[in-house]
């Protein structure tokens, strides 16, 4: 319904004539993108990532958006498998983030972070559990720093306990969740990916009723959240543990 509503608006925006906005059609694109991406429909969603990157960079005073839109195409082309490309387009992120001014500092913390985080994710999928500690750490540093960043320690968290489990360290891996589950809690966030990763803690502990107990609760907020995505890996989770009784 979202993605209907934003199509219309783009559609009509060649009639505004003088009253025109540029910088909103970019960011209904980026808005485009990210419902998309939800749905999994990544080159959708990179086309009209694309799309805001052509706008953004025309104007100057949408520095952080250009560099957000390089930072959400290096995710998107994560998520579609092409890790080179989205590795170079987190580095491009990066590497934008010096040009902005200073009187933008909080934001361009901000930023770093955020593409910290990102690069972290894409190294997560590559295996290289060294660059994923050294990035979320980093990042982690500049959001505990940031009293508004508490999705910023969410996410990085998160990313620290699954390095911790998949090192079969698995103390040290329930209390990096057990953080990212408190604040997601506390901001009435989802808590799907939390849960999943306790029940992987729990199955690995050997824990099996514990196990399924998570692999539940992640499945019934993973739908609520309506993140194809979440809810194919809730599912998944669940089947895995099932099918070890």
């Known amino acids: 319904e979202a993605a209907k509503h934003y199509t219309q608006y783009l559609q009509l925006c060649p009639q505004l004539g003088l009253y025109r906005n540029p910088l909103m059609e970019a960011q209904v694109h980026r808005k485009l993108g990210y419902v998309y991406s939800t749905q999994g429909n990544y080159q959708v969603a990179i086309g009209h990532v694309h799309k805001a990157i052509g706008i953004d960079s025309l104007h ?6 250009l560099i957000a839109a390089f930072r959400d195409l290096g995710i998107l082309n994560g998520f579609a498998g092409d890790y080179p ?4 387009y ?3 992120s990066l590497d934008m983030t010096g040009q902005i001014t200073s009187s933008r500092k909080e934001e361009r913390r901000s930023s770093v972070a955020d593409t910290y985080i990102a690069a972290a994710k894409i190294h ?3 295996g290289n559990f060294k660059e994923v500690e050294d990035f979320t750490t980093r990042g982690l540093e500049i959001y505990e720093g940031m009293v508004s960043e508490y999705e910023g320690v969410i996410e990085a968290t998160l990313l620290l306990s699954i390095v911790k489990r998949d090192r079969n360290q ?4 329930r209390e990096f969740v057990n953080i ?3 604040l997601a809690k506390q901001h009435q966030l989802s808590t799907a990916r939390q849960n999943q990763l306790l029940g992987d803690i729990a199955f ?3 824990n099996i009723e ?3 107990r998570h692999q539940l609760m992640a499945v019934k907020d993973a739908e609520h959240s309506r993140i194809k995505p979440q809810v194919l890996v809730a599912y998944m989770k669940l089947g895995d543990v099932y099918l070890a009784l």
Do not use: C, V, Y
Not at 170 to 173: I, Q, V
């Open 85 to 88: 490309n989205a590795l170079k």
């Open 204 to 206: 690995l502990r050997g």
């Open 124 to 126: 997560m999928a590559l």
């Open 180 to 182: 990212s589950l408190k």
């Open 90 to 92: 987190l580095s491009r």
């Open 210 to 212: 514990e196990a399924i």
């Open 60 to 65: 100057s005073e949408a520095q952080l958006e």
């Open 170 to 173: 698995l103390d040290d891996a």
